[in-house]
């Protein structure tokens, strides 16, 4: 059985996109919202929108299609530094917290959210 070729998207050119995508949507409302009088609240609510669905398409199809990124960056965090950063890190005791005694009510769901 043969398996479908991935696709690969370059993170270089998706993050370039992305600012410019970014830089449209919110220059596209703004001047729109100069002609309709809209606030600037509004237009920050519908220019969020709009990247938002935007966003929502790209994962739910990248998830659907199999849409891997190719990392072509470079090393942000190279894994001698953060070795070498977490073994100088001290954390702090935490052998004598005792939670508090959360009863039934509203106190024990959110106790039950948070833990």
């Known amino acids: 059985m043969k398996f479908p070729k991935k696709t690969f998207l370059e ?5 370039y996109f992305t600012l410019a995508i970014i830089i449209l949507v ?9 002609d309709s009088h809209r ?3 509004q237009n ?11 966003f929502f398409i790209f994962i739910s199809s990248g998830l ?10 470079g090393h942000i965090l190279h894994r001698e530094r953060v070795k070498k ?3 100088n890190v001290s954390l702090p005791d935490v052998s004598g917290f005792d939670p508090p005694a959360v009863g039934d009510g509203i106190g024990g ?6 833990l």
């Open 64 to 73: 659907y299609f199999g849409l891997k990124l190719k990392d072509n960056i």
């Open 109 to 114: 769901v959110i106790a039950s959210i948070i």
């Open 85 to 87: 950063y977490s073994d």
């Open 11 to 15: 993170t270089k050119w998706l993050s």
């Open 39 to 41: 606030s600037l609240f």
């Open 44 to 54: 920050s609510i519908v220019s969020t929108s709009i990247l938002a669905g935007a």
């Open 26 to 34: 919110i220059l596209s409302v703004w001047l729109s919202g100069t």
